[in-house]
């Protein structure tokens, strides 16, 4: 099985949006750091996705915010611009990963219910193998619309874990996906 990781939108943008938390966020730079580190040493491409929307907002390549964190340091072997949540929808990505015969996305990057999710969930109903790597994604605190109930980033990641686990993917660790990159190298 040819693999391929996914680092979805570890963008700028992000720091300037109203609901920017550092809660998580330097567990989650570690986990994303030893992913990218991981499979750049099995000779895994890694992908980078870059959100961008043109409406003057953060995540419009006119703010300068379109550029990756500064705490994460990636050299990626294919850069992707995006439009829309699934790093799939309107992109290349698909006629690459088919073009080097790819069938295993890692998924990584932010936000772990909205694009990461997204995209794992596309690339399951196309018929590649998704790993859905949780440390390695990073989300916010976000409120519920009509309840008002505040649901936690862990809270998202534990909903996010439950509606894709054994239907849309595999939920792994960073260590548990670099053990089996390892174990296929065999």
Same mark, same amino acid.
């Given at each position: 099985?040819?693999?391929?990781?996914?680092?979805?939108?570890?963008?700028?943008?992000? !720091?300037?949006?109203?609901?920017?938390?550092?809660?998580?966020?330097?567990?989650?730079?570690?986990?994303?750091?030893?992913?990218?580190?991981?499979?750049?040493?099995?000779?895994?491409?890694?992908?980078?996705?870059?959100?961008? *929307?043109?409406?003057?907002?953060?995540?419009?390549?006119?703010?300068?915010?379109?550029?990756?964190?500064?705490?994460?340091?990636?050299?990626?072997?294919?850069?992707?611009? !995006?439009?829309?949540?699934?790093?799939?929808?309107?992109?290349?990505?698909?006629?690459?990963?088919?073009?080097?015969?790819?069938?295993?996305?890692?998924?990584?990057?932010?936000?772990?219910?909205?694009?990461?999710?997204?995209?794992?969930?596309?690339?399951?109903?196309?018929?590649?193998?998704?790993?859905?790597?949780?440390?390695?994604?990073?989300?916010?605190?976000?409120?519920?619309?009509? *309840?008002?109930?505040?649901?936690?980033?862990?809270?998202? !990641?534990?909903?996010?874990?439950?509606?894709?686990?054994?239907?849309?993917?595999?939920?792994?660790?960073?260590?548990?996906?670099?053990?089996?990159?390892?174990?296929?190298? !065999?």
């Amino acid at each position: 099985m040819k693999s391929a990781l996914l680092v979805i939108d570890i963008q700028n943008s992000f !720091k300037a949006r109203p609901f920017w938390s550092e809660e998580g966020y330097a567990h989650w730079c570690r986990a994303q750091q030893a992913l990218i580190d991981g499979c750049q040493r099995a000779a895994v491409p890694v992908v980078q996705i870059f959100h961008h *929307s043109f409406d003057g907002g953060p995540f419009d390549p006119s703010s300068g915010l379109v550029t990756t964190l500064p705490e994460i340091r990636i050299t990626p072997d294919r850069i992707i611009h !995006k439009e829309r949540h699934s790093a799939l929808a309107g992109t290349p990505l698909l006629s690459w990963l088919l073009g080097e015969q790819i069938n295993r996305l890692i998924i990584s990057g932010m936000r772990t219910e909205q694009c990461c999710e997204t995209t794992a969930r596309h690339g399951s109903d196309l018929g590649l193998q998704i790993d859905f790597i949780s440390e390695a994604t990073h989300t916010f605190a976000m409120t519920h619309a009509s *309840s008002g109930v505040n649901y936690s980033p862990a809270e998202i !990641k534990a909903r996010t874990e439950l509606v894709l686990a054994g239907r849309f993917a595999r939920i792994l660790s960073v260590q548990q996906v670099l053990a089996s990159l390892a174990e296929e190298e !065999k």
